[in-house]
C-alpha cells in the first residue's frame, strides 16, 4: 500500500489507525467510481440497463459492471465491491485496468490508487486533528474537511508528495507553515502588478509553496528572503496569512490537475475582481494582486473572508456544511437566491464546495455567501454591459453555457447538503427559492430562459472521470442527470 512503508519508519503510531482505514477509503472511491459509472459521458461506453434494484453498464470490450441502482446517485456511496462479468471485485484500480486496459486506464488507475492512500492517511490522521483545541475560526472549518472532493474517484490524489511533505502541507493535517517570500528582481517578472505590497527594497517578494522552494525554485537562482505563517486552506496550494489568502503555484498534481498558476489566471482574476459586482446576499473575494515568473513561480494576493464578516462570525466552505451543524433549509435559502442574482446581472458562478462559502454568525445563523476564484466563471458581456480584455473563454454570452456553469456546481452542492440532513422533501425547498427568486427578478427573456432551464428534466454535472481519462484537465465536459426538484413545485 502507498504510504506504509513510510509510515512503518517515520509515523508508527499512524500504522494501525491507516492499516484500519484502507479498506474504508478504497470503498469510498469505489463509490465515486460507480457514480462515474452510472452517469458519464465515459469512453467505450455501450449502454446501461436497470431492473430496479441494481443497474449493469456495458462497455464495447465486452466488459460488464453491475452495482447497485439506489449507490448511482448524485451522492456518492461507499461501495465494499462491484460485480465485473459477474465476479466480486473490491479494488477500485481493478475495475479501472478492466474497463480500459490502455494507457490511459493505467494512468487513471495510479491516480485512484493514490486517492485511495490519500484517504486512508487523512482519516487515520483526523481523530487526533480533532482533539486538538483551539479557535474554530474560517480557516478551522476550511480544514475540516477530510475527504476531499465529494464526487471525484481521485478525491485525495497527489502524487509527487512524500508522506512528510503531504502531513507538513495538507489541509486536512491541521499545520501551520512558513511560507516562504522569494526576492525577485522586477525585470525577471512576466505578471506583476505595480502595486505589489510584499517587497524588499527593488525586489518583488514572491510568495512560494514550500514544495515549491524545494522541487522548482532551486532552477531559478533563487533563494527565500523570509517567510510568513500560514495555514492550508482547502485547496492546499491556497494558503491564508494575516492579511491575504496567498494563492500558488505547485507542480503537483492535486485531484484533477497540476496547479501552476497561468497568465491567464493572473491577469484575469485580478481583472475581473475590478469590476463585477457583489449583489444582496454574496460578496466576491476579490484577487487584489498577481504576479509571476512563469506558471511555476506566481501568486495571487486575495481578500480573505475576514474582509467581510463581522466580529464573532465565521465563513464556512459549503463541503464543510454538513459538519458544522447548520440548518440546511436556512442554507438553502441563503445560497439559492444569491447565486441567482449574480446571474441575473450576467455572472454564473461555479459555486461548488470549495470556493463558495457560507457566513455564519456567533449562533451558527446563514448571514449570505462569499465567492472566491473568478477564473473558472462565465460571465455575459452583453448582460454587464461589458467586459474587460480578458484570456481565454470567461466572457460568453451563450445563456446555455452559464446555465450549465452554475447549475452543474449547485446542484451538486446542494445535493451533499440534502443527504446530510437525510430529507429528500428539501430539494422541494429549492425549488421553491428558485421560483421565488426569479418572482423577484426583473421578468425579462434573459431571466425567463434561465428559470426555464432550472426547472428542465434534466441538469448538468461536471464528468470528472471522463475528464481524467480523457487527460484533458481544463475543458468542460458534462453528465445529465434527472433534475431532482422538477416534480416539487
Not at 61 to 81: F, K, M, Q, Y
Not at 331 to 355: F, K, T
Not at 438 to 460: G, Q, S, V
Amino acid at each position: 500500500m502507498v504510504y506504509r512503508a513510510e509510515l512503518a519508519a517515520a509515523r508508527p503510531d499512524m500504522l494501525s489507525p491507516y492499516d484500519a482505514a484502507y479498506p474504508l477509503a478504497s470503498a469510498a472511491v469505489l463509490g465515486r467510481l460507480w457514480g462515474a459509472l452510472a452517469r458519464e459521458p465515459l469512453p467505450g461506453l455501450a449502454n446501461r440497463r436497470s431492473d430496479g434494484s441494481s443497474l449493469t453498464v456495458t462497455f464495447d470490450n465486452g466488459r460488464r459492471v453491475t452495482g447497485p441502482s439506489a449507490a448511482a446517485g448524485l451522492v456518492a456511496r461507499d461501495l465494499t465491491a462491484l460485480m465485473v462479468d459477474g465476479r466480486a471485485v473490491n479494488d477500485p484500480r481493478a475495475v479501472v485496468l478492466a474497463l480500459w486496459p490502455g494507457a490511459a486506464g493505467a494512468r487513471f488507475a495510479g491516480e485512484v490508487t493514490g486517492s485511495v492512500a490519500g484517504l486512508a492517511l487523512a482519516r487515520a490522521h483526523r481523530p487526533h486533528a480533532d482533539a486538538e483545541t483551539g479557535e474554530r475560526d474560517s480557516t478551522w472549518y476550511e480544514q475540516s474537511v477530510v475527504d476531499g472532493h465529494p464526487l471525484h474517484p481521485c478525491c485525495r490524489n497527489r502524487p509527487g508528495m512524500s508522506l512528510a511533505e503531504t502531513l507538513a502541507y495538507a489541509p486536512e493535517f491541521r499545520p501551520v507553515l512558513d511560507l516562504p517570500l522569494v526576492a525577485v528582481p522586477r525585470a525577471r517578472l512576466h505578471t506583476h502588478a505595480p502595486n505589489w505590497p510584499l517587497t524588499e527594497g527593488e525586489h518583488v517578494l514572491l510568495p512560494v509553496h514550500p514544495w515549491q522552494r524545494d522541487h522548482v525554485l532551486p532552477r531559478y537562482g533563487l533563494a527565500p528572503a523570509t517567510s510568513i505563517r500560514a495555514r492550508p486552506l482547502m485547496s492546499l496550494r491556497t494558503l491564508a496569512t494575516d492579511r491575504w489568502q496567498i494563492k500558488t503555484s505547485i507542480d503537483v498534481q492535486l485531484t484533477s490537475a497540476v496547479r501552476g498558476l497561468s497568465a491567464r489566471s493572473l491577469h484575469n482574476g485580478p481583472a475581473l475582481s475590478r469590476v463585477l459586482p457583489d449583489v444582496p446576499g454574496l460578496a466576491l473575494l476579490r484577487d487584489v494582486h498577481a504576479a509571476g515568473i512563469d506558471a511555476h513561480l506566481a501568486a495571487v494576493l486575495r481578500q480573505p473572508p475576514e474582509h467581510h464578516l463581522a466580529p464573532g462570525h465565521v465563513a464556512v466552505p459549503l463541503s464543510a456544511l454538513p459538519g458544522a451543524g447548520v440548518d440546511v433549509a436556512a442554507a438553502v435559502a441563503a445560497i439559492v437566491p444569491a447565486l441567482l442574482r449574480m446571474l441575473d446581472r450576467g455572472v454564473a458562478l461555479e459555486a461548488h464546495g470549495q470556493n463558495t462559502l457560507l457566513t455564519l454568525d456567533a449562533d451558527g445563523s446563514p448571514k449570505g455567501l462569499l465567492y472566491r476564484d473568478l477564473s473558472s466563471i462565465r460571465a455575459s458581456p452583453h448582460r454587464l454591459g461589458g467586459l474587460p480584455p480578458l484570456h481565454g473563454s470567461v466572457a460568453c454570452d451563450d445563456p446555455d453555457v452559464l446555465h450549465a456553469k452554475l447549475a452543474a456546481a449547485m446542484v451538486a452542492t446542494l445535493a451533499e447538503l440534502v443527504h446530510s440532513a437525510g430529507d429528500p422533501g428539501l430539494w422541494g425547498h429549492v425549488a421553491h427559492h428558485i421560483d421565488s427568486t426569479y418572482a423577484e427578478l426583473p421578468a425579462d427573456d434573459w431571466n425567463r430562459r434561465h428559470h426555464a432551464l432550472f426547472f428542465a428534466p434534466r441538469l448538468p454535472v461536471k464528468a470528472y472521470t471522463a475528464k481524467r481519462l480523457a487527460g484533458d484537465a481544463h475543458t468542460d465536459t458534462w453528465a445529465w442527470i434527472a433534475n431532482p426538484y422538477a416534480a416539487l413545485r
